[in-house]
C-alpha cells in the first residue's frame, strides 16, 4: 500500500506547534488593531503576469522560484509568491483608495527554493500595507508598529532594524550605471551568481552572501551619493522620527530589498539568532505600483512578517503557550456521562474562553486521569457514582494547585469561576 508524504518543501503544522501560530496570530491581530489596521482576505492564485510586471522578470522570484501553470482555459496563473502585488490589485480593482488605506492580511506563500530552517517552498506571512500617504510618517508608523509586535511577543531584543533609501527611480537609475560600471572592472572576482545578475539585475549583487564579493562592495559606489534631493529628505525625517521614540537603526547602504517595485525608504529587521535565515521582516515604499496597475498615482508602503521563523525566534525565548485545556471531565461510566453530559455544556456556555474536554471512549479512572495530565488540564470534574447520587461533582486539581473538593451541582459554576481567574492570573 502506498504511504503517502507531504510534498517537499509543504509542512504540516502539528498541534504541538500550532498553539505557538495562535498565540502569534491573536498578538498580531491585536497589534494591528490599536494601529487602526483592517484585515483584507486575498486568493492564493493570480495571474502570472501579475507578479512578473510588479515583482519584475529578472527576480529569481520570477525567473526561478514562482509555481505556474495553465488553467483549462489557458490562462497563466501563479500560486502568489508574495502578498503585496495581490494587495493592490485589489486595491485598485475594487476602488478603495477613495481615503487612505491601512490594510493588512495574512497567509500562506509559495516559492520553489532549497528547504531548510525558517525557509520552506510554502511558507505564511503577515502583511500590512498603507495607501495614500506620501509623507514618511507612513514609514515610521510601519517600523513602530512591527516593533510594537516583538515587544508583545517578547523578540524585541533578537532584532535589529536596519534601514537605507534607494531613491527615485532616476537616482536608483544613475546609482545602477555606477554600480554597474565599478563592477565590470572586477567581473572576474564576481561569483557566478553575481556576474548573471551585472546586466540583468545589478542592485540585487549588494545582496551577495559571497565573502569574495563583499570584500569587492566595500571599494564599490554607495547608494547615499546617488539619493534625490527629497529621498534624502524623506529619509532624514525618518531617522528623526525613530530618533524621537528612541529606536536605535543601523544605516545598511547595501540594503536594496529583492522586489523592484520599492523605492525611497526600504528596511528590514533581522536577527542572528536563526543562522543563515536571518531576515525576520522586510519592506519599504513602493509609491508607482499602483499606478502600475491601472489605478492612479498613490503613495505607499509596507512591510512582510516571515511567520516561520518569528515562530522560530518566540521559541527562541522559550515562548510558553497556555495550557490548551482547563477542565477535563473524567466520567465513572455512560450512566455518569449522560448525567455530566448537559452540566458541562451548561459550563461551556458559562465560561466560553475556557477549553472544557470530556473523555471520550471510556476506559478506567486510572486512564481518564493519564488522558487528563497529557492534555494540560488544569482540573479534573470527576463525576462517579457518589457524585451522581448526590448531584455534586468533585473537582481535582491537576497542576498542584489546592485540595481536591466535593461540591453541589449548584456551587460549582461560582466555584470555577473563582479557581480560573486565579490560574489565569498567573
Same mark, same amino acid.
Given at each position: 500500500?502506498?504511504?503517502?508524504?507531504?510534498?517537499?518543501?509543504?509542512?504540516?503544522?502539528?498541534?504541538?506547534?500550532?498553539?505557538?501560530?495562535?498565540?502569534?496570530?491573536?498578538?498580531?491581530?491585536?497589534?494591528?488593531?490599536?494601529?487602526?489596521?483592517?484585515?483584507?482576505?486575498?486568493?492564493?492564485?493570480?495571474?502570472?503576469?501579475?507578479?512578473?510586471?510588479?515583482?519584475?522578470?529578472?527576480?529569481?522570484?520570477? $525567473?526561478?522560484?514562482?509555481?505556474?501553470?495553465?488553467?483549462?482555459?489557458?490562462?497563466?496563473?501563479?500560486?502568489?509568491?508574495?502578498?503585496?502585488?495581490?494587495?493592490?490589485?485589489?486595491?485598485?480593482?475594487?476602488?478603495?483608495?477613495?481615503?487612505?488605506?491601512?490594510?493588512?492580511?495574512?497567509?500562506?506563500?509559495?516559492?520553489?527554493?532549497?528547504?531548510?530552517?525558517?525557509?520552506?517552498?510554502?511558507?505564511?506571512?503577515?502583511?500590512?500595507?498603507?495607501?495614500?500617504?506620501?509623507?514618511?510618517?507612513?514609514?515610521? $508608523?510601519?517600523?513602530?508598529?512591527?516593533?510594537?509586535?516583538?515587544? /508583545?511577543?517578547?523578540?524585541?531584543?533578537?532584532?535589529?532594524?536596519?534601514?537605507?533609501?534607494?531613491?527615485?527611480?532616476?537616482?536608483?537609475?544613475?546609482?545602477?550605471?555606477?554600480?554597474?560600471?565599478?563592477?565590470?572592472?572586477?567581473?572576474?572576482?564576481?561569483? $557566478?551568481?553575481?556576474?548573471?545578475?551585472?546586466?540583468?539585475?545589478?542592485?540585487?549583487?549588494?545582496?551577495?552572501?559571497?565573502? /569574495?564579493?563583499?570584500?569587492?562592495?566595500?571599494?564599490?559606489?554607495?547608494?547615499?551619493?546617488?539619493?534625490?534631493?527629497?529621498?534624502?529628505?524623506?529619509?532624514?525625517?525618518?531617522?528623526?522620527?525613530?530618533?524621537?521614540?528612541?529606536?536605535?537603526?543601523?544605516?545598511?547602504?547595501?540594503?536594496?530589498?529583492?522586489?523592484?517595485?520599492?523605492?525611497?525608504?526600504?528596511?528590514?529587521?533581522?536577527?542572528?539568532?536563526?543562522?543563515?535565515?536571518?531576515?525576520?521582516?522586510?519592506?519599504?515604499?513602493?509609491?508607482?505600483?499602483? /499606478?502600475?496597475?491601472?489605478?492612479?498615482?498613490?503613495?505607499?508602503?509596507?512591510?512582510?512578517?516571515?511567520?516561520?521563523?518569528?515562530?522560530?525566534?518566540?521559541?527562541?525565548?522559550?515562548?510558553?503557550?497556555?495550557?490548551?485545556?482547563?477542565?477535563?471531565?473524567?466520567?465513572?461510566?455512560?450512566?455518569?456521562?449522560?448525567?455530566?453530559?448537559?452540566?458541562? $455544556?451548561?459550563?461551556?456556555?458559562?465560561?466560553?474562553?475556557?477549553?472544557?474536554?470530556?473523555?471520550?471512549?471510556?476506559?478506567?479512572?486510572?486512564?481518564?486521569?493519564?488522558?487528563?495530565?497529557?492534555?494540560?488540564?488544569?482540573?479534573?470534574?470527576?463525576?462517579?457514582?457518589?457524585?451522581?447520587?448526590?448531584?455534586?461533582?468533585?473537582?481535582?486539581?491537576?497542576?498542584?494547585?489546592?485540595?481536591?473538593?466535593?461540591?453541589?451541582?449548584?456551587?460549582? /459554576?461560582?466555584?470555577?469561576?473563582?479557581?480560573?481567574?486565579?490560574?489565569?492570573?498567573?
Amino acid at each position: 500500500m502506498t504511504q503517502y508524504r507531504s510534498v517537499r518543501g509543504m509542512v504540516d503544522i502539528l498541534p504541538e506547534d500550532s498553539c505557538h501560530w495562535q498565540r502569534l496570530e491573536a498578538v498580531a491581530t491585536g497589534v494591528l488593531q490599536r494601529y487602526g489596521y483592517q484585515e483584507i482576505r486575498l486568493p492564493l492564485i493570480e495571474a502570472t503576469t501579475l507578479f512578473a510586471r510588479s515583482i519584475g522578470e529578472v527576480t529569481d522570484i520570477v $525567473e526561478k522560484e514562482m509555481y505556474t501553470f495553465e488553467d483549462r482555459n489557458g490562462d497563466g496563473l501563479a500560486l502568489r509568491p508574495e502578498g503585496t502585488a495581490g494587495c493592490v490589485r485589489a486595491v485598485v480593482q475594487h476602488n478603495l483608495l477613495q481615503t487612505p488605506q491601512k490594510l493588512w492580511y495574512l497567509g500562506p506563500m509559495f516559492r520553489y527554493e532549497r528547504p531548510q530552517k525558517g525557509r520552506q517552498r510554502q511558507f505564511h506571512q503577515l502583511g500590512v500595507e498603507g495607501f495614500g500617504v506620501a509623507t514618511p510618517d507612513l514609514d515610521s $508608523e510601519l517600523i513602530l508598529l512591527s516593533r510594537a509586535l516583538w515587544q /508583545a511577543l517578547g523578540v524585541d531584543s533578537l532584532l535589529t532594524l536596519e534601514i537605507n533609501s534607494i531613491g527615485s527611480p532616476e537616482s536608483r537609475a544613475r546609482y545602477r550605471d555606477a554600480l554597474v560600471a565599478y563592477l565590470r572592472q572586477h567581473k572576474s572576482a564576481l561569483d $557566478e551568481d553575481s556576474q548573471r545578475r551585472l546586466e540583468s539585475n545589478p542592485l540585487r549583487i549588494l545582496d551577495s552572501k559571497n565573502p /569574495a564579493t563583499q570584500e569587492l562592495l566595500e571599494q564599490a559606489p554607495s547608494m547615499g551619493e546617488y539619493l534625490d534631493a527629497e529621498s534624502r529628505q524623506d529619509f532624514d525625517d525618518l531617522m528623526s522620527a525613530l530618533d524621537a521614540v528612541g529606536q536605535p537603526y543601523v544605516v545598511n547602504q547595501r540594503l536594496v530589498r529583492g522586489l523592484d517595485y520599492y523605492n525611497k525608504t526600504v528596511f528590514e529587521w533581522t536577527t542572528d539568532a536563526l543562522g543563515a535565515q536571518g531576515t525576520v521582516c522586510g519592506g519599504g515604499r513602493y509609491d508607482g505600483l499602483v /499606478a502600475q496597475f491601472g489605478g492612479r498615482e498613490t503613495p505607499a508602503a509596507g512591510f512582510a512578517i516571515g511567520l516561520e521563523r518569528l515562530i522560530l525566534l518566540m521559541k527562541t525565548v522559550g515562548d510558553v503557550p497556555m495550557a490548551s485545556t482547563d477542565i477535563y471531565v473524567v466520567t465513572a461510566d455512560i450512566e455518569a456521562q449522560r448525567h455530566a453530559l448537559p452540566r458541562i $455544556e451548561a459550563l461551556r456556555r458559562e465560561f466560553p474562553d475556557s477549553t472544557i474536554q470530556m473523555n471520550l471512549g471510556g476506559g478506567s479512572f486510572k486512564s481518564q486521569f493519564k488522558r487528563a495530565d497529557r492534555s494540560g488540564a488544569r482540573f479534573a470534574l470527576v463525576y462517579g457514582e457518589s457524585e451522581l447520587a448526590d448531584n455534586c461533582v468533585t473537582l481535582k486539581p491537576m497542576r498542584g494547585e489546592g485540595e481536591q473538593v466535593t461540591l453541589p451541582d449548584t456551587q460549582i /459554576a461560582a466555584f470555577l469561576a473563582e479557581k480560573l481567574a486565579e490560574t489565569k492570573g498567573d
